[in-house]
């Protein structure tokens, strides 16, 4: 997934750029050579993720008897990989045209299918876990066949066509040398993901538990601002290209509201509707309700620095500087989370998994987002001169 995210990331930046600036020939090629080379990276993840499925899933600490309950749902979320890369490549050349409500439409197409599959096969299959994976094989088939369809006119700057697939040395190399800081980014958030769960063991699996529940709630809060960044770094990196930088600051300057915004609003609504929510995750289990609130009671305080860090990102991102956001998102767990976790876990007395991974959770955040403040000023000073503080504001 990360390959595929980091990829598409990397190519999207181009695109909108290369689409601001009207150089349409260009574009075609970056499309199909894109394309291209996700599905041949797609190809040989699969295969090596699905006949190394065991030792993979024992490297990551995962416990046996969850193994073996997840193994062929392991499987089939492998298979769909190859699906998720064109899917990602496909909206991420939706998002550099600035169709927004396109890809509204198409996500709701998606978790529509997905539900309704998997409705069917719980509810009344009664089928287990594995077929929630096929629920998700299936919605992820939809995304695919809107893409193929609409990219279907071989003449459309936007089309698929073999024709246009480069795979000469200065087109691969740009690509990759804007997607390989943000596929390591990706990947290096991921296994740092699986260490924390690894090292979180230690307290229980239902400290695992609890603290996948609680960054699913984050999500409410989170998503949507990774999504507008994600929306607004195509436009900054639009008008990059067309050579308006003053209007690209003033895109910034309204996404970092915005996120900002929608960060303490997600901050109190979670806050006030937060027994409700627990009381859906939980099922009754009032222990397991309260293992949830000890780490995310604590983790939503700092959501609101992860929506100042999306904004952030999408600066990074449309100006390409892919490798500072490497560095940002690595120091986020590699430097404020993992090892905040092992001093508390060897070095002190905290009372239990819940309150101590709450805590991991909102210092490696807060940490991030003053992180990305200070590298959002360096790039700004770096790209507008002294002045830009006065420029972001006036703009």
């Known amino acids: 997934v990360s390959v595929g995210t980091g990829l598409s990331i990397g190519a999207g930046i181009l695109i909108a750029g290369l689409y601001g600036a009207g150089e349409y020939e260009r574009l075609k090629t970056t499309v199909n050579t894109t394309f291209f080379m996700a599905g041949a990276a797609a190809l040989v993840l699969v295969a090596g993720l699905i006949l190394g499925a065991r030792p993979i899933l024992r490297l990551a600490n995962t416990p046996a008897q969850l193994v073996e309950i997840g193994l062929n749902y392991y499987r089939i979320t492998a298979l769909n ?28 197409a998606m978790a529509l299918t997905k539900f309704s599959f998997s ?14 994976g096929v629920a998700t094989l299936l919605s992820n088939l939809v995304v695919t066949a809107i ?3 609409n990219l279907r006119n071989p003449e459309d700057v936007f089309g698929l066509s073999f024709r246009y697939v480069r795979l000469k040395n200065d087109i691969v190399k740009k690509i990759v040398s804007i997607s390989l800081p943000v596929i390591a980014e990706k990947f290096s958030f991921s296994a740092g993901k699986l260490v924390v769960n690894s090292v979180g063991v230690n307290y229980g699996t239902q400290t695992v538990g609890a603290l996948g529940v609680s960054n699913s709630v984050s999500a409410l809060s989170t998503v949507p601002a990774g999504s507008i960044g994600d929306g607004g770094a195509a436009l900054i990196r639009q008008n990059i290209g067309h050579g308006n930088p003053q209007r690209a600051l003033k895109i910034f300057r309204c ?11 997600g901050f109190i609504l979670t806050w006030v509707f937060l027994d409700p929510i627990l009381a859906s995750f939980s099922k009754g289990d009032v222990a397991f309700a309260e293992l949830i609130a000890q780490i995310f009671t604590l983790e939503m305080i700092s959501n609101v620095f992860l929506a100042i860090h999306s904004a952030v990102m999408a600066l990074l991102y449309a100006f390409g500087y892919t490798k500072l956001s490497f560095y940002v998102n690595f120091a986020r767990l590699f430097v404020f989370r993992i090892p905040i976790l092992l001093f508390f876990q060897h070095c002190t007395t905290l009372a239990g998994g819940g309150q101590a991974m709450g805590l991991v ?16 000023a360096a790039v700004l000073h770096k790209e507008y001169g002294a002045g830009w503080m006065k420029q972001l504001l006036s703009t």
Do not use: C, P
């Not at 998720?84 to 490549?89: A, K, L, Y």
């Not at 959770?361 to 959002?376: D, R």
């Open 81 to 108: 990989l190859f699906f998720t890369f064109f899917n990602n490549v496909y909206i991420a050349i939706e998002k550099a045209r600035g169709n927004g409500s396109k890809i509204m439409r198409i996500n709701f």
């Open 119 to 132: 409705a069917f096969f719980v509810l009344v299959l009664h089928q287990g876990i594995v077929m929630i």
């Open 147 to 149: 893409g193929l369809y």
């Open 255 to 265: 996404v970092f509201i915005v996120d900002f915004v929608w960060g303490v609003l």
């Open 361 to 376: 959770m909102m210092i490696s955040n807060g940490m991030t987002g003053l992180l990305a403040l200070v590298v959002a």
